[in-house]
């Protein structure tokens, strides 16, 4: 790459969710790279966000509960808390998570939005960008009156939220911008006041002077009324032909600099298929010649991508060459010296869009059925958009099997194949009747059996626990839900029951803490749970209060926790919002990888990631274990050409080669109806730098122009 590149920030003007820009999305700090060929400007990550403003707990979130909160973790108290709800500086009331060492998302966060944003160097040549705070969807929250945002980063790819640089003015700090001058060793902060005029101050160390800095800047007067204080360089929107683009300022990058960004935020497409070399022996006969042929079509296709990456794939070899070559083994045809060419397609299984229509919270499982290889596929049924108690009340929670994926598609007769494994009605251990939801099953082996971790509910009371009049009483109540277990019998000689037999299950049971206590003390809900297995220790993961919760637990007493629940996945930014649910988790590379799903459920769902070190014994209950990303792995976009929105809770799993795959769900969306949710499963590709990437698309994953390959044989 070129030794320079061009590279701008900015925001874009708020459209409409159905592209994936609305203001949650377009108030946040966008990049583009300008081409070397004909400098036009290429927007990164499809013209998404990539840093987003941090929301800011309230004063009266204890240090305890706000641990989760580690994208503000650096954060001090905010002398504008209030404003973007009541219209002035005023403390705010924390709710009943607080007590419990937890925070409560939209009640103990203030969501936050930016605008103006400008990027510039540190003195150590780091990354650093200021913008105006504004509160969640652009409107002003007060900081703007004297303050602007702060945040550094190494490479662009991930970001340290300093807080707000607080300035001793009252009179307004627009457009905020930053320059380090080597010569004096001090930054130079240019704004403009309320009135257009342009204003100047100065500081040694800017990094200090945020996130809560006893003092504020003070404002130099020589910088008062100079127009050349601005230091904004960006050109016009029309100069970038970008949709939507509100510039912020233009910097120059490096190649090395460049590279990175494209690695992460562009696209990754294949290049090429290598396939090694194969060498047999001219003596072969008889049998050792029959194992030549299983051995040849085990032979697998290195896949090489732009990024530098690659993945193994299998592939179909042509039969006919292939017995051809064994029957000349066989009959001493072969000779020393020669070469045989076997011609081969790599395999790519295309699966059908949709794959399940109104499934939910979708989970593919590939199991072995006391010898045999079964994949199995649960889901929540999500008729209509109705969850709770959809086909008129006949909740259910269907079950599929097949010997392949692609069989348990609803378009090869997935669907017509279901067995329900529980109805409304059924009881569970304590008696009670389930009556809805059945949501977000999960097919687990938990202490060597093979288990499902979900949540039904029950009937509402009269009354809600604050004394209020219950509008789902004697009807399913989704606030009623609770996490369950239910395992897979076995017979005498310990070998599984059918799974697809409901009278094979054990009768669920609810998941309990220690002291046989629910595990939600706020709101009673808890649900989307999941297994993770590190270091040896096991653990659930679910969400409750809006946020991902963890605990460990006994895998021979699965139904109780050994510890107590702590908060670890907070929604902190207006990407995930409200809600971070459905958790599951996948180990790579020495890295433990939980994906959850942000936002509101329909279709502006996202797919964030945390992650955490694997096999070192880390302490994954303490929300210092993890590390989130800064804007969602996974968002609504084009795929193959069609939109996909509200892409999220998904599952990782394998296909029949061993392949990574994810099992997730999209929004049903035409003509402005929401119409539930549809089951989608893709293969995932790991990226050079050892990132998940779960939207490349069928020509990104191979190129029909390398699907066609040639294994070389050369006979010794």
Known sequence: MSDSYSLLCYTRIPTAREEANNADIAFSVHLALRSHIDGSWTPLNENYGIFFAAGVPIAAADRRSRRACTAAGRFGDDPYEGVARTGESKRLKASAAVTHGAVMPGVDIELKSLKDPYLFRTSTGR???????????????????????????????????????????????????????????????????????PMRATCADIIAAAGGAPLPIEVSDAGIGDASAIGRDAATAAHYDIADVVPGNEISISGKEAAALIARFGRVYNTGVSVQEMTVSSALRDGEARDLIGSLRRTTAKLHYSDGSTAMR???????????????????????????????????????????????????????????????FIATDD????????????????????????????????????????????????????TGCFWAPELHVIGGRLSILFMPCFDGEQTNPDGSANDRAGKP?????????????????????????????????????IGERGLNPVERISLDM??????????????????????????????RLTGEPTQIVVP?????????????????????????????????????????????????????????????????????????????HGMWSHDEDGNLIYVFHNAEYENGRYGGRDAQVRRVHWSNEGMPILDMQRDEELSPVYADITMEIAVR
Request: glycine share 10%; hydrophobic share 40%; proline share 6%.
């Open 530 to 559: 999941t297994v993770i297995v590190d270091s040896g220790r096991w653990y659930y993961a679910w969400q409750q209060v809006g946020s991902v919760w963890i605990a460990p637990f006994d895998p021979s007493r699965p139904a």
């Open 477 to 513: 109540d989704m606030w009623t839900g609770r996490c369950h277990i239910m395992q897979l019998k076995r017979d005498a000689d310990g070998r599984d029951l059918d799974p697809r037999e409901p009278g094979n299950w054990t009768v669920p049971e609810p998941i309990l803490g």
């Open 314 to 376: 299998a592939v179909d070899w042509d039969a006919a060459q292939l017995e051809a070559l064994v029957d000349d083994a066989e009959t001493g045809r072969l000779r020393a010296g020669e070469r045989r060419s076997i011609r081969g397609v790599v395999r790519q299984p295309v699966y059908p869009v949709p794959f399940a229509v109104e499934r939910a919270d979708p989970s593919v499982f590939a199991w072995n059925f006391n010898g045999e290889p079964m994949f199995l």
């Open 572 to 648: 902190e930014f207006a990407w995930d919002n409200m809600i971070a649910e459905g958790p599951n988790a996948f180990v790579h590379e020495g890295r433990i990888f939980l994906i959850y799903s942000g936002s509101a459920v329909g279709i502006d769902y996202t797919t964030g990631l945390v992650t955490a070190p694997a096999g070192v014994r880390a302490d994954l209950t303490d929300p210092a274990s993890w590390t989130k990303l800064d804007y969602p792995l996974q968002k609504s976009g084009i795929y193959n050409g069609e939109w996909q929105l509200g892409t999220g």
């Open 127 to 197: 990354f650093a960008i200021v913008a105006t705070r504004t509160a969640r969807g652009g409107a002003p929250d007060g900081s703007e009156r004297s303050a602007f945002l702060l945040a550094t980063s190494r490479d662009l790819t991930s970001y340290d939220q300093r807080g707000l640089v607080r300035l001793d003015t009252d009179r307004g700090v627009h457009r905020p911008s930053v320059a380090y001058d080597a010569a004096a060793k001090r930054y130079v902060i240019r704004w403009r006041d309320d009135d257009g005029v």
């Open 383 to 434: 008729t209509d958009g109705n969850c709770v108690d959809p086909n008129d009340g006949a909740t259910h929670m269907p079950l599929r099997a097949a010997s392949c994926i692609a069989d348990l598609a609803d378009e090869n007769g997935g669907r017509e194949r279901e067995d329900d494994l529980l109805r409304c009605g059924d009881l569970n251990s304590e008696g009670r009747a389930m």
